[in-house]
T-cell receptor
């Protein structure tokens, strides 16, 4: 498809399990962003890539969260030893331009539930 | 980043114009105003952005006051599909990492 694709759409994990969430950005988009959205809240910034370089990871809540984009295309957000407070929708967005010079295209998100 | 203030919720009759206000009194000269919306169970969708001039596209119009301390997003003929949470965001336009700070937004309910 032409949009940002995220998988899985839904993930249920037991507390302590590791999870990996995948994002396929729009082809050719330079910038990629991850956001976390708790129930009833606005999305919160996690991290930003420009091609394969992770330029900002200031929003990652703990060292259990790790993101990569090794070839400057697909990105994976990994959460180790999941906790109940990690339950949220994880949104990926991509942009054609470096930084913020236009619109971000968001995927539909991956909903993580930690039991 | 400058912070924004929006009403928590608003109603609008179908077919009428929806006017969504946003206060950003601490905005600085190089900061843009962006609007996104999020329909239930979907990712946010870009609507429009501007610096100081009014802007219009196929989705909406953005009116920014002369002092840039507030703005209004106008949906000229609201439909039921426009029911969503609308986010007003202020951030640097260029050379920035694109860190959008979403806030709580305004829940717009379009009623038949």
């Amino acid at each position: 498809g032409a949009g940002v694709s995220q998988s899985p759409r839904y993930k249920v994990a037991k507390r302590g399990q590791d999870v990996a969430l995948r994002c396929d950005p729009i082809s050719g988009h330079v910038s990629l962003f991850w956001y976390q959205q708790a129930l009833g809240q606005g999305p919160e910034f996690l991290t930003y890539f420009q091609n394969e370089a992770q330029l900002d990871k200031s929003g990652l809540p703990s060292d259990r969260f790790f993101a990569e984009r090794p070839e400057g295309s697909v990105s994976t957000l990994k959460i180790q030893r999941t906790q109940q407070e990690d339950s949220a929708v994880y949104l990926c967005a991509s942009s054609l331009l470096r930084g913020l010079g236009g619109e971000l295209f968001f995927g539909e998100g991956s909903r993580l539930t930690v039991l | 980043d400058a912070k924004t203030t929006q009403p928590t919720s608003m109603d609008c009759a179908e077919g009428r114009a929806a006017n969504l206000p946003c206060n950003h009194s601490t905005i600085s000269g190089n900061e843009y105003v962006y609007w996104y919306r999020q329909i239930h169970s979907q990712g946010p969708q870009y609507i429009i952005h501007g610096l100081k001039n009014n802007e219009t596209n196929e989705m909406a119009s953005l009116i920014i006051t002369e002092d840039r301390k507030s703005s209004t997003l106008i949906l000229p003929h609201a439909t039921l599909r426009d029911t969503a949470v609308y986010y007003c965001i202020v951030t640097e336009g260029s050379g920035n990492t694109g860190k959008l700070i979403f806030g709580q937004g305004t829940t717009l309910q379009v009623k038949p």
